[in-house]
């Protein structure tokens, strides 16, 4: 089955800084690769996702982008502020219906 | 209908007994799944359902566990005969069939304390 690895573990940034995370995976059959954000205690949200076909999407602060032949893609948050401080999840999925995800980035906003 | 709702919230039970989870997704979404989050770890897959159909069981789903979705809209997850190892969150999540522009929306989750 799929295994994605995300990096690093814990990321603790001045605001106004930029944070970057990075995963890789194992499926090279994966084609849709979304990034959730899960505050303490709430439920995971879907704050960006990329397809295969795309190599950089990008939404106000957050940019994602896809190395398919590196088999990794990375999550980059620029001007960062206390809020963006949470749990960052990547995951990747090779059909419709199944994601498999990283263990998880906690990123510290430092005001 | 503003997301998906899971009940309840918490549960502490005792090793050894049943413990019952319901999910009640976005009504206009065919697609139910099931996901179980330890700390410090993703969600991983359990199993998903396309309205009252289960297409797909993780074998982390061993035979003390079981998912329903009888009519296609709410579904409920079994746990029988509770082990220490089962003390996690459960996430429900749901889609439309169509996923590709919308992804999952998660609920809040089910968090099961076994002592």
């Known amino acids: 089955g799929e295994n994605v690895e995300q990096h690093p573990s814990t990321l603790s940034v001045q605001e106004g800084d930029s944070a970057v995370i990075k995963c890789t995976y194992s499926?090279?059959?994966?084609?849709?690769f979304p990034w959730y954000k899960q505050e303490l205690g709430k439920r995971p949200q879907l704050i960006i996702d990329?397809?295969?076909?795309?190599g950089e999407k990008k939404d106000q602060r957050i940019a994602v982008t896809l190395n398919k032949t590196a088999k990794h893609f990375s999550l980059h948050i620029t001007e960062t502020q206390p809020e963006d401080s949470a749990v960052y999840f990547c995951?990747?999925?090779?059909?419709?219906?199944?994601?498999?995800f990283g263990a998880g980035t906690t990123v510290t906003v430092r005001a | 209908d503003t997301g998906v709702s899971q009940n309840p919230r918490h549960k502490i039970t005792k090793r050894g007994q049943n413990v019952t989870f319901r999910c009640d997704p976005i009504?206009?979404?065919?697609?139910l799944y099931w996901y179980r989050q330890t700390l410090g770890q993703g969600p991983e897959f359990l199993t998903y359902?396309?309205?009252?159909?289960?297409?797909?069981k993780s074998r982390l789903l061993s035979d003390r566990f079981s998912a329903e979705r009888p009519k296609g809209s709410f579904s409920t997850l079994e746990i029988q005969r509770t082990e220490q190892g089962d003390s996690a969150m459960y996430l429900c999540?749901?889609?439309?069939?169509?996923?590709?522009?919308?992804?999952?929306?998660f609920g809040s989750g089910t968090r099961l304390t076994v002592v």
């Open positions: 990329i397809r295969s076909n795309v």
């Open positions: 359902f396309q309205n009252e159909a289960q297409l797909e």
């Open positions: 995951a990747a999925s090779r059909n419709d219906y199944k994601l498999s």
């Open positions: 499926d090279s059959a994966s084609n849709y």
């Open positions: 009504s206009e979404h065919n697609r």
């Open positions: 999540a749901s889609s439309p069939f169509q996923w590709s522009n919308y992804g999952y929306t």
